[in-house]
């Protein structure tokens, strides 16, 4: 899959980082050129878009020392602190679908390498949320059936004791239907609340770098995320 996406992104215009700077590159063991700017990293190389619109890989390692040196500095540079907000579902193999927000960076994008730390706070969120979601439906039925039985509630008692009992029937079952959306409507806004305080007490746990890999998926811009593991570069 991570091979797969490569070789998409490579076919696709992708969008600088930035104020890139087109310039020429030269492979250390041919002494041949290349012209691109800088579209992104993909693992040990470099996507440079050139002047003709293609967008293509080169390890880095292929380069000569100033142009690595180059690369290291502009690959530093390019990492971005942006808020994961939310994971929107099904990705692509590694890749998890997100929506971000950061100065440089906002919107929906395929991660790579997301901290199962960061991926469990969001699964936590879609589950709030799926209920609230539920809760909401569950309250808009509720008012439907209100409407019902206050429809189906007699205006005026008058008759004998068999209208007078299925009148106070119909009454008793709409001041239930009544008290069921409230309660519904307390849990809902309970509910909401506890979103709410859970977003705000977890927002800095969700924060990561990130930095583009100048491929694209989808439609889907892929970024990967900053690994503590490795060593930096």
Known sequence: MYTALRVIGLLLVVTSLGAAE???WTFEQSGKTIRGEVAGFTGDAVNLKRDDGKTVSVRIAYFTDSDRAYLTAERAKQWKEVEVVSLNG????LYKRCSVSGSDVKGEILIGH?????????????????????????IEDQKSALQAANAAVP?????NWVHRRAAAAERASADKASGDLETSRFNLAKLQKAYDDSVKKTKDQTMVKIRNTGVVYQRLPVWECFDPRKAPE
């Open 22 to 24: 087109m310039r020429t």
């Open 90 to 93: 099904a990705g692509a193999g």
């Open 114 to 138: 997301l901290p199962p730390a960061v991926e469990a706070i969001l699964d936590n969120r879609n589950q709030q949320t799926l209920q609230i979601s539920n809760l909401t439906a569950q």
């Open 155 to 159: 205006k005026h008692a008058s008759g």
